[in-house]
């Protein structure tokens, strides 16, 4: 960092320290009214090195999550809170519609026993559980892993098919299309009943829907939250005879109405309060 860089940053760094000040003082003045709003430093999206994410614009990114490195994610996925997708000494790469539920760990490998090197590719409209880790394997399109289950290095979970529940998937192991395998380590149930594909086809499409609301409530300012507590307070729900008897029948207000994705066969109507 040369003299002018120096400069630049020492000044910075006072412009920081003195807006600092100046929010301990105005929340101080506030008195018991006074909300005060932590910076996170932690970073959500994060390069190393020359590698950095591509996320398409419109994937949900949880605050709390961490994507990392050579990573890419195709539209419409998401990945939730606590979950980490690590690509750094390899790549990870990630569909259309493909859902990384909380607390998930994505990992990659740049050589294992076997000598592989392997990145992690996971196909579309692919569902993973709660607390999953999937280290250097491929998950096929419109596959299911089940919450706690673990890949290792070289697995395959082919298309159409099923990791059970805390299962443990071992290195190299290809998991064929329409299959259930549980256990540790995991080994064929049975076949896919026609029920739970159409199962593991909507919990990718619920994931899409409930991905878009989670990211517009993300964005929603303090004064837009406070907004909306007031209004169920008002709006809060009374004995539909009581109201009957003074003749009040009263529409929803549109923003406390959640979208008919979120809520199947329920759609808006009038309702007394």
């Known amino acids: 960092m040369g003299t002018l860089g120096r400069a630049i940053y020492t000044v910075g760094k006072w412009i920081r320290g003195t807006g600092q000040a100046m929010d301990r003082l105005g929340s101080t003045m506030q008195g018991g009214l ?17 590698k950095e994410p591509r996320i398409h614009k419109d994937v949900f990114v949880a605050p709390s999550a961490a994507v990392i490195g050579d990573v890419e994610i195709g539209h419409g996925s998401s990945i939730w809170y606590g979950s980490i997708l690590r690509g750094d000494v390899n790549s990870i790469h990630i569909g259309s519609g493909t859902n990384i539920q909380d607390n998930s760990l994505v990992h990659v490998s740049k050589a294992n026993i ?3 090197v392997l990145p992690t590719i996971i196909g579309s409209n692919v569902t993973i559980g709660h607390s999953a880790v999937l280290h250097a394997c491929t998950v096929e399109d419109e596959a299911f892993v089940g919450m706690g289950a673990t890949l290792l290095d070289g697995v395959v979970v082919e298309k159409h098919s099923m990791v059970g529940a805390g299962s443990l998937v071992k290195q190299n192991t290809r998991i064929p299309s329409g299959e259930v395998w549980v256990g540790n380590p995991a080994k064929f149930l049975r076949k896919l009943t026609e029920e739970e594909m159409e199962f593991i086809a909507q919990s990718a499409t619920n994931y899409i829907n409930l991905a878009q609301v989670h990211a517009a409530e993300n964005s929603k300012t303090f004064d837009e939250i406070e907004l909306e507590k007031m209004l169920r307070r008002k709006f809060a729900h ?3 005879e009581y109201d009957s008897m003074l003749g009040v029948v009263r529409e929803i207000p549109p923003e406390l ?17």
């Open 257 to 273: 109405i959640l979208p008919d994705n979120i809520l199947p066969n329920k759609a808006p109507k009038a309702v007394a309060y």
């Open 114 to 116: 076997s000598g592989k």
């Open 238 to 240: 009374k004995d539909e």
């Open 34 to 50: 006074r909300v005060e709003e932590q910076l996170s430093r932690h970073r959500t999206i994060m390069n190393i090195f020359e």
